[in-house]
């Protein structure tokens, strides 16, 4: 069964920044692609970033050029950073395994307030 730790959520002001991570185990991290998710309060889940194993990445239009997704694979962990938070970025934020329409598995959840 997958593992999944993550951390980095929290309470920032707008214009803020914040570092979520996440250190997965029991499969085979640094062959599969990754992916950030967020659930925003009364919301569906919204895809926010991807990457292969290789370091590509994709970004969701309303993230793009205030987050970056990175990896280190030799300790199986996922990274967010989070630039020039907004109010709408509120939410609860789920690493997976996978990319955008074929995700199979994904951690508890961290979560990231903006407020002023």
């Known amino acids: 069964q997958v593992q999944w730790v993550e951390s980095g959520g929290g309470l920032v002001q707008p214009g803020g920044s914040l570092r979520l991570s996440c250190a997965a185990s029991e499969f085979t991290f640094s062959s599969s692609w990754m992916s950030w998710i967020r659930q925003a309060p009364g919301k569906g889940l919204e895809w926010v970033s991807c990457?292969?194993?290789?370091?590509?990445?994709l970004y969701a239009d309303s993230v793009k050029g205030r987050f970056t997704i990175s990896r280190d694979n030799a300790k199986n962990t996922l990274y967010l950073q989070m630039n020039s938070l907004k109010p709408e970025d509120t939410a609860v934020y789920y690493c997976a395994r996978g990319t955008v329409g074929a995700l199979t598995s994904w951690g508890q959840g961290t979560q990231v307030t903006v407020s002023s």
């Open positions: 990457i292969n194993s290789g370091g590509s990445t």
